[in-house]
């Protein structure tokens, strides 16, 4: 199974700085990961698929990069509707599985 | 648009058995690989299933493997999971999900297993 370590684990930021996620998987998934955000009560939202492909609608200020075993989510100007849990999950092979989740606080 | 309803969730004890709908709407159901998806209150989230279209290919998480089962009504644009002998640590929201990778997400339904 391909395990998924996200960091950090919680992050605390200024609106307008840059942000960066990163996950590490225990072995290569080529490019086969997405990340997601969940608001509080809310359910996941796709953000980015193949490590670094955009979904339809998501802000250009998220962008995603990597391959292999290391990946990155960016926020390049963080906003107060950026307050949430960001997850990573690799889709190569089954089982699927997600990386702990980072939580992104507005200072 | 896009619409994943989940229902059939509640209280169980343990060893006890339900049975997870979702009826999807807004897209062609045929066309998508479907799955469930899992969050414990306040922790992470963890894939439990996926079913291919016309249900050829089965995949289970080892933690469900021999208790859930996953299957799916093209006629009837719907998504099932049958879950039996189910334990504590079963309690969790589960998601009706959709596509490979997951790109919709229903609402949710909460199972909560306790005596």
């Known amino acids: 199974d391909s395990q998924m370590t996200q960091s950090p684990s919680t992050l605390s930021a200024s609106v307008g700085d840059r942000v960066t996620i990163t996950c590490r998987a225990s072995?290569?998934?080529?490019?086969?990961l997405a990340w997601y955000q969940q608001k509080a009560g809310e359910a996941p939202k796709l953000l980015i698929y193949k490590a670094s492909t955009l979904e339809t609608g998501v802000p250009s200020r998220f962008s995603g990069s990597g391959s292999g075993t290391e990946f990155s989510l960016t926020i390049s100007s963080l906003q107060p509707d950026d307050s949430a849990t960001y997850y990573c999950q690799q889709y190569n092979s089954y089982p699927w599985t997600f990386g702990q989740g980072t939580r992104v606080e507005i200072k | 648009e896009v619409q994943l309803v989940e229902s059939g969730g509640g209280l169980v004890k343990p060893g006890g058995s339900l049975r997870l709908s979702c009826a999807a709407s807004g897209f062609t159901f045929t066309t998508y690989s479907m799955n469930w998806v899992r969050q414990t209150p306040g922790k992470g989230l963890e894939w439990v299933s996926s079913?291919?279209?016309?249900?050829?290919?089965?995949y289970y998480a080892d933690s469900v493997k021999g208790r859930f089962t996953i299957s799916r009504d093209n006629a009837k644009n719907s998504l099932y999971l049958q879950m039996n002998s189910l334990r504590a640590e079963d309690t969790a929201v589960y998601y009706c999900a959709r596509g490979h990778p997951v790109d919709y997400w229903g609402q949710g339904t909460l199972v909560t297993v306790s005596s």
């Open positions: 079913i291919s279209t016309t249900s050829d290919y089965i």
């Open positions: 072995q290569s998934i080529t490019n086969w």
